[in-house]
């Protein structure tokens, strides 16, 4: 690795190291705040379906609506964080996903409540681009990718709380009620961020011009990009048809298949973190993310082996690859952080994260046609391409000393 220049002067005082983690927890608690917003929804589909009376597709359309709004904004909030800061951008943020998602809660109608969903989507993004910024901020190189492993966790936690509550609620109460549930904790994690959150210091610019274009001066951002669109094939085809696999394929009771799927995805979260360790231990994002990229692609491999021959360790496999499939993206997202600078960092990772969700939206019909046609045991094993391209793709020899 090169050495990095020297970091120019910063304004502002450092914190105390409780307040560095209980800025990580803000950070992290609207992160899964976010999460539940944009992905709850998903749960929604039963009772959108049984007692609302939309077919699987309108209620499906219902369902991805904060994922479309997601999309459309980050790059935006990226540019905002970049501009206003990190806290103003969170505030905002979740400030305007509390109330929308109140909106969706008070109304009536399937198109005016897609159109709720997508702006709070759009407006809970916010979170995606501002809550990593204040880590990578706050956080020493030596710390920050344990940090952001930590707040990593976040999504699969968020999904973890609102499948466990939405659908119930929805049951219980109605599709209404139901959507108070990340209203609530939006709103829970906006005052915590007001209470806890600064914004980190940023070079001093009084001396002169815009800050520098980091696309321009080299291809490390476009080829982690790349890296994370490949690396999310194999992720989303797990995440999606795990579940149906062990019912259809293995003849799972579906309890039992979404509870071995729960730990996985549990798993998965654990691994975000030691990963992320692992990454400040070897003081390197990037060596790290190739080594998941081989491993994913083996692992991958195994599975549709295994699948296809029927063998019992397939199962082993699968939680195996779910845990590792999700491994890179704290490394990939904390290393745009770093090598955009913190005047270009939000919309560095506005385009991070909005390539990887437009390849996820791609993922599960074109899997599926796989599987229609080849069957669990092919779309697998042909998953494992992808991570094979992924692995010398990553730019370990032109990443610079962390700092």
């Given amino acids: 690795m ?15 190291t409780a307040r560095r983690w209980a800025m990580l927890a803000a950070s992290t608690l609207a992160q899964a705040a976010a999460a539940i917003m944009v992905h709850g929804p998903a749960f929604l589909i039963p009772s959108l379906h049984e007692r609302e009376g939309l ?43 509390t109330v929308l998602g109140a909106v969706a809660a008070s109304t009536h109608g399937t198109w005016v409540l897609a159109g709720s969903l997508v702006l709070a989507g759009a407006a809970a993004a916010s979170c995606n681009v501002a809550s990593g910024r204040v880590v990578v901020g ?61 914004d980190p210091p940023r070079p001093d610019r009084r001396g002169g011009g815009k800050a520098a274009n980091p696309y321009r001066h080299d291809r490390f951002l476009a080829r982690v990009h790349g890296v994370s669109v490949l690396l999310v094939v194999p992720q989303f085809v797990v995440w999606t048809f795990a579940l149906v696999w062990l019912v259809q394929d293995r003849s799972w009771a579906p309890a039992a298949a979404g509870a071995v799927v729960a730990l996985a995805q549990l798993a998965g979260a654990f691994g975000r973190l030691a990963v992320g360790h692992l990454s400040d231990l070897v003081a390197s994002r990037m060596q790290p993310l190739r080594w998941v990229a081989v491993a994913a692609a083996v692992v991958m491999a195994g599975l549709g082996l295994a699948a296809g021959l029927g063998w019992a360790v397939a199962v082993v496999l699968m939680v195996v690859a779910t845990v590792l499939t999700v491994a890179d993206n704290g490394l990939a997202f904390t290393s745009v952080a770093e090598r955009a600078g913190p005047h270009w960092a939000g919309r560095a990772l506005g385009v991070q994260n909005t390539a990887q969700f437009l390849a996820a939206s791609a993922v599960p019909p074109v899997a599926g046609l796989a599987i229609t046609h080849l069957g669990y045991a092919a779309a697998f094993a042909l998953a494992a391409v992808f991570p094979v391209l992924a692995a010398p793709l990553v730019p370990v020899h032109s990443e610079r000393e962390l700092s």
């Fill in 138 to 198: 706050w956080f020493p190189p030596e710390r920050r990718g344990l940090a952001m492993g930590i707040r990593q966790m976040a999504q699969p936690v968020g999904v973890g709380v609102a499948a466990v509550t939405i659908a119930v609620v929805a049951q219980r109460a109605g599709v209404s009620s139901a959507l108070w549930v990340p209203t609530a904790a939006c709103a829970l994690a906006l005052l915590l961020v007001l209470v806890v959150v600064v």
């Fill in 55 to 97: 077919d699987l597709a309108q209620a499906g359309l219902v369902a991805a609506a904060p994922t479309v709004g997601v999309m459309l904004a980050l790059v935006a909030w990226g540019a905002a964080a970049d501009r206003w800061g990190e806290r103003r951008a969170l505030t905002t943020g979740l400030a305007a996903t």
């Fill in 2 to 16: 090169t050495p990095q220049p020297s970091a120019p002067a910063v304004r502002g005082r450092s914190p105390s």
